[in-house]
């Protein structure tokens, strides 16, 4: 009797490690998927770049949002989520203030008259990123620079 308790407890130990080891893994595997999609909007964030980077920067943003089936509120906007969303917005210098512009409403306004008015030629620096709890950036805030 005293044989097969040791049995049922070697064989449970095992299990538990096969557990352990495979949880590890999910982890690990959970953390290289956020750092390489961190990784594509880093890039950007540490400098100066033109506007046609922020279309590129929007239309992956949107793209992911639309991947990941990310609910939008009445008005089109995406809806925050706790885990997978990822909002932009644009703080765009006018004569006296500054405006705010968000991913989806450039993107609806069309981003072939945005890049046709010199937009290009406009240089942005990011100066907020946000994370969900999970690590993976929830929001980058650009603003534009003057030159």
Do not use: P, W
């Not at 997978?84 to 981003?111: H, Q």
């Not at 290009?120 to 003057?146: M, P």
């Amino acid at each position: 009797m005293k044989k097969r308790n040791i049995i049922l407890l070697i064989v449970l130990l095992i299990l538990i490690l096969i557990f352990v080891y495979y949880q590890i893994i999910r982890i690990q595997s959970k953390q290289k998927e956020i750092n390489k999609f961190n990784e594509e909007f880093f890039q950007y964030t540490n400098k100066e770049i033109f506007g046609t980077n922020i279309i590129t920067i929007i239309n992956k943003a949107i793209d992911y949002n639309e991947k990941n089936k990310i609910e939008k509120d009445e008005k089109g906007f995406y809806i925050a989520d706790n885990e997978n969303s990822i909002l932009v917005e644009l703080n765009m210098i006018n004569k006296d203030d500054i405006t705010t512009y968000k991913m989806e409403a450039i993107n609806n306004f069309g981003i072939e008259k945005f890049l046709s008015a010199d937009f290009n030629l406009v240089y942005f620096k990011c100066t907020d990123i946000q994370y969900h709890e999970n690590g993976r950036i929830s929001k980058l805030i650009f603003t534009q620079t003057e030159k």
